[in-house]
Every structure is written in structure tokens, then in C-alpha cells.
């Protein structure tokens, strides 16, 4: 029998409490003023504009939807990534206070870099920045906002329930073979990975971790739309437990987070609560919780042995990060907040970034996309032969090859055109595929707005999608466009 009644539509509801973000510029300011008492003027201004241009962002962006989604992104990133950060390190580094809170956040190597000028300088590329994006961010979301509740039909039911089962089926299929296979060799471990031939160690790793969410995703879209509230909740549980199956396998937090922001995104492309908001809350209080332990999944299986498991959870109990940092003065609810926040690129990489600008006037904006900043950071000044790198972030990569404010604004601007009319045109098309390809591409501008934007990053987002479009088409029975939502039979 049809449930579907019971998956609640998404309440048609103002988020109050996104007023509560515009106390981060007044509390940041008066609590940094003293640090530019000489400057006050200036800088009064930059965060009377940023505070400005909150409010009338804010007065647009009264809810989540599917067609603001990407500018909230890069408000939240703007928010946390940068003022937040400046704000703490300008305590920290300038007036020293939060000494403990400013070494978790900002890392290890900031310091090194910074000078009260070049803070300054940061801040009015931000502010900068921030002001054009609220603009252009006002501008493209002007009209009416969406209402709340799909009034699509999906037709035959008993179609997608079918392939719900392929999808799910396919899925575990994969899962359990590339998951195997980069277990085996060892490929979630750099330097320790055994040499595979024929590209096969990155065809096995995409496949686990892409292409094999890609399917759960696809199969959750599926179970919605045949139409019983069973089969959407074992999709759920399957991509739950998928995830944390392979993080207990690869200690990778990707894989707590990747069903979740799926699940949350689908739901939000469908008007539908998939999951209550009581879970996802408590989901994210007890991942901000266990956060600065969650890695000890990965240091037991680089060990191989249990006294180094047991090592590391002695230093976390004792208060000492992977920096070897004494962090003991704060709670684990502050320490893994902190630690969250700082996964959050920045003004971090920024800083470092404009630091080093003076000696390579040479870098012109045509090799923007090229990623050359993000090398300078981890080989050249950090210095590391391997692991995952450091980002270069989105402001740093603008400001690093334009050595302008206002052509780091600018930059900002276009980057929040571009990701907005992608995703507008993704939903607009309405196929199973253009929705799991949006899903896909809201997670990359979430991960791309903090890290930086590169040709190669984009390049591999479209040759991920080519193997997604030809399962979908073999599932939904053709090789040609398939329409979603048509009503009747499905040809």
C-alpha cells in the first residue's frame, strides 16, 4: 500500500535564528579593535560593510532551498572561513588571547607568516569580497523565492521501486569489490599503496567512493519516488551503514559525512523530510563531539598494531592534537568545534598566500585555474613529499595570481554566478540523472569554495558523471534523454 503521505513535506518556515550571524561583526569588531586603533577608520568601515550587506543577503536568504543552496554555501564559507578566523587570530596573534582556541583553528603555520598589515590587507580583500557576493547574490535571487511541497507526479510507481532494487543491488556489488580491492592493497594509505597497473588504483578508488554513492544516492531517489515510505527508509539505512562501514575500513570522515549531506540534499531537491531534524542535529552534535578522535580509525590501521591505537587515544584523552599542541584547556565540545572549523579553508591559506605574492609578481590571472598556488603551499614552503596537501582556498588562489582586492572580488562574484546557474539548470533539466549530478555538484562547490577551484577539479567532476549517466541509462531502460516526472507509462 502507497505511504507516501507520510514523508513530510519541508515546512514552508523563515529560519530566525540566521539573524543571530549579523552579532559576529559588531562582537568581532569591538573585540578587536584595539589592534588597529591607529587604522580605526577604516576599519570601522569594512565591517560596517560587511555587517550591511549581511543584513540585506540575510533579508533574501529566509530558508534552505534547492535554488539558494549555493549561495548559502558561500556565505556560511565566507563566515567561518574568514571573518570567524580573522577575528580569533587577530586576538590570538595580535592582542594574545585565545592563544590554545587560535592554535586549533588556524594551524600551525599562520604565525609564521602574518604581520598586522598583512591581516589588514586580508580583511579588506575580504570585506571587499563579501560586499560584491551579497550584491550579485541579491541581484539573481530577486524573485519570488520557492514554495515548500513537490507536485510532481511520478507516474508509475512500481518502476522506480524496480529500480530501486537494481541501483541498491549494483551498489553492493561495487562497494564490496573496490572497497576490497583498496583494502587489500592498501590504497587509502599514502606511501604505502601498492603500485597497480593500468590506472586500476584510481579506478578502484573513484569507484568506491564516487560512483558507488552516486548509486546509493540514485536508488534513494528511486525509493521516493515509488511511492512507500519502506523502501525509501532500508535506502536510508543501506547508505547509512555503507558509510560507516567503510569509515571503520579507511578512517576517512568522508564517508560519515557523504550519506548524510546526500540524504539532506535529496530531500531538499524532493520538498521532503527524509530524515527528522531531531537526527540530523543530534548526527551533528555527536560528530562535533567525537571529531578530534575520529582519526583513530586511520592511525590503528597505519600502525597496524593495538599500542599505537592505544598511544594516540592517550594523547587525545590528554589534550595533545596531531600538531602536537597542548589543547587540554578546552573541552572536547570546543576542541572538536574548533577542530571543525579549521577543516573550513580560509583565511589560513589566504594569509600565507598574500604573504608570499611580493616574489611572484610573475603569475598572471590566465594560470588561475592551473592549481600552481596550491603547489607553492604544500611542496615548496610546507615542504611535504606526500599525504593529502594543503588547500590554497578561494580567496587566496583569487588574491595570489591577481595581487588585487578588487580582482579577488570580482573573481568571488563570477564563481558565485557560475555555481549558481549550474546548479539552477541542473534542476531545471529534472532527470534522474541531472539530480544526482546536482547533488554532486552542491557537494563540490561546498568543498571547492573552501579549498580553491581548478581546471583538473572540474575535469574530474565530468568524467565521474559519464560512468553515472551510462548506469542510469541502462537502469531506466534507454541511452537517450530520459524524462523524470512524466506522467504515465514509461516508454
Known amino acids: 500500500m502507497s505511504d507516501t503521505k507520510e514523508l513530510k513535506k519541508i515546512p514552508r518556515r523563515d529560519i530566525r535564528a ?14 578587536t579593535l584595539t589592534a588597529y586603533s591607529s587604522e580605526w577608520e577604516g576599519y570601522l568601515l569594512l565591517n560596517l560593510m560587511s555587517l550591511i550587506s549581511a543584513w540585506f543577503l540575510l533579508s533574501r536568504l529566509k530558508r534552505v532551498t534547492r535554488e539558494n543552496i549555493t549561495v548559502w554555501i558561500i ?53 571587499l569580497s563579501f560586499v560584491l557576493f551579497a550584491v550579485i547574490a541579491c541581484y539573481i535571487l530577486r524573485g519570488p523565492q520557492e514554495t515548500a511541497g513537490s507536485t510532481r507526479s511520478y507516474g508509475r510507481k512500481i518502476f522506480w521501486k524496480r529500480r530501486c532494487h537494481i541501483a541498491l543491488s549494483v551498489a553492493c556489488i561495487l ?72 569509515y571503520f575500513l579507511f578512517g576517512s ?29 543530534g548526527f551533528g552534535s555527536l560528530f562535533v563531539i567525537l571529531y578530534p578522535f575520529l582519526n583513530l580509525v586511520r592511525v ?21 592534537d596531531g600538531t602536537g599542541q597542548f589543547a587540554g584547556s578546552l573541552s572536547a565540545v570546543s576542541f572538536g568545534l574548533l577542530g571543525l572549523m579549521s577543516r573550513i579553508v580560509g583565511l589560513d591559506s589566504m594569509m600565507i598566500l598574500a604573504a608570499l605574492k611580493p616574489g611572484f609578481d610573475d603569475i598572471g590571472l590566465g594560470s588561475i585555474l592551473g592549481g600552481q598556488s596550491e603547489h607553492l603551499l604544500t611542496t615548496y614552503i610546507l615542504r611535504w613529499d606526500n599525504e593529502t ?16 582586492a578588487v ?52 575535469f574530474m567532476f565530468l568524467v565521474s558523471a559519464l560512468p553515472i549517466y551510462f548506469i542510469i541509462s541502462i537502469i531506466e531502460g534507454k541511452l537517450s534523454r530520459i524524462t523524470v516526472g512524466a506522467v504515465g507509462t514509461v516508454k
Not at 590503528?300 to 595533545?320: K, Q
Not at 531545471?428 to 580553491?452: E, H, M, R
Request: with cysteine; charged share 10%; net charge positive.
Open 175 to 246: 562497494a564490496v569489490i573496490s572497497g576490497f580491492l583498496r583494502w587489500f592493497f592498501n590504497l587509502d594509505l599514502p606511501g604505502e599503496a601498492v603500485i597497480l597497473p593500468y590506472k586500476i588504483a584510481g579506478i578502484t578508488t573513484i569507484t568506491n567512493t564516487h560512483i558507488t554513492s552516486f548509486l546509493l544516492g540514485l536508488a534513494l531517489i528511486y525509493a521516493i519516488r515509488s511511492d512507500e515510505r519502506k523502501v525509501v527508509r532500508y535506502s536510508i539505512i543501506f547508505f547509512l551503514s555503507w558509510g560507516a562501514i567503510h
Open 75 to 127: 556565505f556560511m564559507i565566507l563566515i567561518v572561513g574568514y571573518y570567524m578566523k580573522f577575528y580569533y587570530f587577530v586576538r590570538g596573534f595580535i592582542l594574545g588571547e585565545n592563544i590554545v582556541e587560535t592554535a586549533v583553528l588556524m594551524g600551525e603555520y599562520a604565525a609564521s607568516f602574518a604581520s598586522p598589515e598583512l591581516l589588514l590587507d586580508c580583511f579588506t580583500s575580504i570585506s
Open 407 to 458: 580582482l579577488t572580488a570580482i573573481l568571488i562574484g563570477a564563481w558565485t554566478v557560475f555555481t549558481y546557474q549550474v546548479a539552477r539548470g541542473l534542476y531545471k533539466i529534472n532527470t534522474s540523472f541531472s539530480q544526482t549530478l546536482w547533488v554532486t555538484w552542491i557537494a563540490s562547490v561546498l568543498q571547492w569554495t573552501s579549498d580553491g577551484f581548478t581546471s583538473t577539479k572540474m
Open 389 to 404: 596537501g594543503i588547500a590554497q582556498s578561494l580567496l587566496g588562489q583569487a588574491y595570489f595570481h591577481t595581487g588585487s
Open 18 to 31: 540566521r539573524w543571530l550571524l549579523l552579532l559576529l561583526f559588531p562582537i568581532g569588531y569591538l573585540s
Open 253 to 281: 570522515k568522508l564517508f560519515l559525512v557523504m550519506p548524510m549531506l546526500w540524504i539532506i540534499l535529496i530531500g531538499l531537491w524532493e520538498k521532503r523530510t527524509l530524515i527528522q531534524m531531531r537526527y540530523v542535529v
Open 300 to 320: 590503528a590501521r597505519r600502525e597496524g598494531t593495538s599500542e599505537g591505537l592505544l598511544l594516540y587515544v592517550m594523547e587525545a584523552i590528554m589534550g595533545i
